[in-house]
DNA sequence: ACAAAAGTGTTACCGTTACACCCATGC
DNA sequence: GCATGGGTGTAACGGTAACACTTTTGT
């Protein structure tokens, strides 16, 4: 990175249209899968492609309403957490740039967002153009949209190791195991000893023992547990692991 | 960014100029003082208020190009490290945008540098518009900066953790002293022991004795190290804690 | 009764913390 | 020789990892 002190005729500002495309990932506990709902492309650019859900920024309207205008429009789900990912924007990454003489750019801000795939019905206008995808096998895509979902699997990693995302998502009552599948759906099989999880988690303090048990099937029923804000909030800003 | 399916009157999309802005800290090891480079406005919107060092993104520009331009509009530096921060883009966080009838939006894509304090040297042209400013009397900043920064100095403490940028910017040889000096200054007076964080660093092994020493007035002569970049590759994606 | 699921306990080990202490140099 | 800065050692503590074990249910 020099120093130029550029004197020659710079050239002019360029005009940006701006996409909201979100990374919405949720956790099939049933099935053991990790899912990404992706949408199949009507038109060009990449007709037929699947891609992730996204929609070019309105007037007067914030990224993040137009995360949320995104989801809503696919899906419909009540609990979910979402914050935004990162800015693609190298000229060249949309097709349609090229299209008239005059430069027209697309920036990509992308969200990343974790509904709870229980009460989360697809909004599919008889066609199936929105679906569930296995992060395991998931296809080419369009755009640059490969590289937003392995960033966004990145980041679902880190939340899951260092927030308590998983709580926005997994009903309010559940069993010790329920979370650990979860964890293990996201992290792999390999994460941590059932026990040890469960002795940290429980050290913790944030989770509560509704006095409440659950019967799956044989075996001895399962505690159901809630997630303490309360007792959450005083531990904000110390070093959280659940590893 | 696809295909809504909306029936209703949608309001049109809006069109964006892009910004970059970036939070450039520095650490003056002399004086223990962690700095952001601010400049101050000449020209509306709020003239004479120091801001980011920020620019508009061209034609055929990519995000991080503005960014290296931006940088070294205004400093002359080699060493350095750069990374996409945040995207700040609700409507108002320009004054700009009401001055036509038609909506022009401005987006702030913001990016953290970290570079070295010593061999930076400030392209003020004969004006006193560029400088470095202690990070704990940053003034009133304009547009959203102030936040823009905060969200920076959260980003530098996390990264001096978990990531090893401060060899980006420290000299080619460095005492354990000098390396200690540097995150006191970022982190606070008890982020450690000096005891412990020596012993910490030189067990993870990416630090090579150069078998040089340097004396500073009095006391022992303290030996340089220098970092290796061959021996911490071998520990990528291996929890890296420098506390 | 026995398999299945949930939950508890134990132990060896390793990293962290908070110090006290030793070493080499300038003045 | 003593202050100054650099460097080493150590003992208490607490968390982690791996594993064995007990409890409670369904069939």
Redesign the pocket.
């Known amino acids: 990175m020099g120093n130029q002190h550029v004197t020659s005729a710079k050239s002019p500002v360029a005009e940006f249209k701006v996409g909201v495309d979100n990374v919405i990932f949720s956790v099939d506990t049933q099935r053991n899968r990790l899912l990404i709902l992706l949408v199949k492309r009507p038109n060009d650019p990449f007709a037929n492609y699947f891609s992730l859900p996204g929609t070019l920024v309105r007037r007067s309207e914030s990224l993040e309403t137009a995360a949320y205008r995104t989801l809503s429009e696919k899906i419909e789900v009540e609990n979910l957490y979402l914050e935004q990912l990162y800015t693609f924007g190298e000229p060249g990454r949309d097709p349609r740039e090229y299209q008239d003489a005059i430069e027209n750019r697309y920036l990509s801000v992308s969200y990343f967002a974790l509904v709870r795939y229980e009460d989360t019905t697809l909004i599919t206008k008889s066609n199936k153009k929105t679906v569930w995808h296995s992060l395991k096998e998931i296809p080419q895509l369009a755009f640059d949209h490969n590289r937003i979902v392995d960033y966004g699997y990145q980041r679902l990693r880190n939340k899951l190791e260092y927030s308590p995302i998983a709580f926005k998502v997994l009903p309010e009552a559940f069993?010790?195991?329920d979370l650990y599948q979860f964890y293990t759906t996201v992290l792999g099989e390999n994460f941590?000893?059932y026990?040890?999880f469960?002795?940290?988690l429980l050290k913790l303090g944030f989770l509560t023992d509704t006095g409440l048990?659950v019967?799956?099937?044989?075996?001895?029923?399962?505690?159901l547990y809630r997630f303490d804000e309360d007792a959450f909030a005083l531990l904000k800003d110390k070093p959280l692991?659940f590893?």
Do not use: C, F, H, Q
């Open positions: 069993t010790l195991n941590s000893d026990s040890n469960r002795a940290r048990k019967s799956r099937g044989a075996g001895r029923p399962a505690a692991v590893i």
